[in-house]
């Protein structure tokens, strides 16, 4: 990654929005959302790609390493030139996710990861996503599960979320859509991210949510442990399974345009 690029990553993490990779303070998110992307890969195996919704580009990037052809959608004019000038091997388009810029049956898989929650028009989304599938094609998508994101509210918490989804929300909005689903998963906390559970009281996620927002006292933003302890975790510290859905932290769900 160039200086330039290095810079305009941090700005995008500033955002408060994105989640992009060589942030110390991000990692725990980044390999989150890495172990999604590393479940769905095989699907992408020598086919042409779009992801609707690319962000920094590191997963259109992931892509890029198994599929024939990856084109990356995003809306931001940041991200779509920070991705030209970052990963070499996906083609940066800005557009509308409302109005996909490709034509009818042009792409062989659709993904979107982390990105129907921000949509105020989900359906619309997806029936554009299906537009530009060709048949068979499937839509891989990963979204928060509402059931343990925001499980005390119909309200999401996060101001960038328009509509948290359970599985069973996820299924029936899909299937509205044109779509059949072939499968349903939940990514988990791993035996490390576990061990960090108990170590900071339950949560590691609510002892970072309590530094980001401000919650402890002292000049220091992140205490140290806590820092080393999120910048050591990676991808194989999540575990995606079928089991327990309602439990899992994110969704991750492979649909069939029919």
Same mark, same amino acid.
């Given at each position: 990654?160039?200086?330039?690029?290095?810079?305009?990553?941090?700005?995008?993490?500033?955002?408060?929005?994105?989640?992009?990779?060589? %942030?110390?303070?991000?990692?725990?998110?980044?390999?989150?959302? +890495?172990?999604? #992307?590393?479940?769905?890969?095989?699907?992408?195996?020598?086919?042409? %790609?779009?992801?609707?919704?690319?962000?920094?580009?590191?997963?259109? &990037?992931?892509?890029?390493?198994?599929?024939?052809?990856?084109?990356?959608?995003? #809306?931001?004019?940041?991200?779509?030139?920070?991705?030209?000038?970052?990963?070499?091997?996906?083609?940066?388009?800005?557009?509308?996710?409302?109005?996909?810029?490709?034509?009818?049956?042009?792409?062989?898989?659709?993904? &979107?990861?982390?990105?129907?929650?921000?949509?105020?028009?989900? =359906?619309?989304?997806?029936?554009?996503?299906?537009?530009?599938?060709?048949?068979?094609?499937?839509?891989?998508?990963?979204?928060?599960?509402?059931?343990?994101?925001?499980?005390?509210?119909?309200?999401?918490? &996060?101001?960038?979320?328009?509509?948290?989804?359970?599985?069973?929300?996820?299924?029936?909005?899909?299937?509205?859509?044109?779509?059949?689903?072939?499968?349903?998963?939940?990514?988990? =906390?791993?035996?490390?991210?576990?061990?960090?559970?108990?170590?900071?009281?339950?949560?590691?996620? +609510?002892?970072?949510?309590?530094?980001?927002?401000?919650?402890?006292?002292?000049?220091?933003?992140?205490?140290?442990?806590?820092?080393?302890?999120?910048?050591?975790?990676?991808?194989?510290?999540?575990?995606?399974?079928?089991?327990?859905?309602?439990?899992?932290?994110?969704?991750?769900?492979?649909?069939?345009?029919?």
């Amino acid at each position: 990654m160039t200086d330039v690029s290095a810079a305009r990553s941090v700005q995008l993490h500033l955002s408060g929005e994105r989640t992009v990779p060589g %942030v110390q303070e991000e990692n725990y998110w980044f390999r989150r959302h +890495e172990a999604a #992307y590393r479940a769905l890969l095989p699907l992408c195996r020598d086919a042409v %790609v779009l992801e609707a919704g690319c962000g920094e580009g590191y997963g259109a &990037n992931m892509i890029a390493e198994v599929a024939e052809r990856v084109v990356a959608v995003d #809306y931001d004019e940041d991200c779509v030139r920070h991705v030209a000038e970052t990963y070499a091997s996906v083609r940066p388009v800005r557009g509308n996710l409302a109005v996909l810029p490709l034509s009818d049956q042009s792409v062989d898989v659709v993904a &979107n990861l982390q990105v129907i929650e921000h949509l105020w028009d989900q =359906h619309g989304f997806l029936t554009e996503c299906r537009r530009v599938l060709r048949p068979g094609g499937p839509l891989l998508c990963t979204t928060p599960n509402r059931l343990t994101f925001t499980p005390d509210s119909d309200t999401p918490l &996060n101001p960038y979320h328009t509509r948290e989804l359970t599985a069973d929300e996820l299924a029936e909005l899909l299937h509205g859509a044109g779509f059949a689903v072939q499968s349903m998963r939940g990514l988990h =906390h791993g035996p490390g991210v576990q061990a960090l559970d108990e170590r900071y009281g339950g949560s590691v996620i +609510e002892a970072q949510l309590d530094v980001v927002m401000g919650h402890l006292p002292g000049t220091a933003p992140w205490p140290e442990r806590l820092l080393m302890d999120v910048a050591s975790l990676t991808a194989d510290d999540f575990t995606v399974q079928t089991e327990d859905i309602d439990a899992s932290l994110d969704l991750i769900a492979v649909a069939v345009r029919q």
